[in-house]
């Protein structure tokens, strides 16, 4: 009498083929979590680039003489709310006389789950026209 060869998965093979499966599916949860939250940020952090170089434009395009020197205003930025802070003041004085203006836009807002701000920092130089 010849003895047949069972095939097939015992319940032990299942139940290790379960787990494994398991172990990797929380595994890529968890690396789809942390990449939302990185894009998040991400998009935070080039709508504060948009709104301060949108500002600086502002600024560069008003005239030399009348540039205050400094104000501070609350921003919207995606879904958060943040301090954008123009700084102006008077740096460089050229060999003919001119004095340049350096200007200065630091948007700050705070992340959410982050315990650091998001920061934003832009600076130039504006000459007398």
């Given at each position: 009498m010849t003895k047949d060869k069972i095939t097939g998965f015992s319940l032990i093979e299942a139940m290790i083929a379960i787990i494994l499966l398991t172990l990797i599916l929380v595994g890529g949860m968890a690396y789809f979590f942390y990449a939302n939250d990185s894009l998040k940020v991400a998009n935070y952090r080039r709508i504060?680039?948009?709104?301060?170089?949108?500002?600086?434009?502002?600024?560069?395009?008003?005239?030399?003489?009348?540039?205050?020197?400094?104000?501070?205003s609350n921003v919207t930025i995606g879904t958060l709310t943040g301090n954008r802070t123009i700084s102006?003041?008077?740096?460089?004085?050229?060999?003919?006389?001119?004095?340049?203006?350096?200007?200065?836009?630091?948007?700050?807002?705070?992340?959410?789950?982050?315990?650091?701000?998001?920061?934003?920092?832009?600076?130039?130089?504006?000459?007398?026209?």
């Open positions: 504060a680039a948009e709104i301060a170089q949108s500002s600086m434009e502002q600024i560069k395009s008003a005239n030399y003489t009348t540039l205050q020197s400094s104000f501070d102006v003041s008077n740096q460089i004085q050229d060999a003919d006389g001119s004095v340049y203006k350096q200007v200065t836009v630091n948007l700050t807002w705070d992340q959410p789950n982050k315990s650091v701000p998001g920061q934003v920092v832009l600076d130039t130089y504006i000459a007398p026209k």
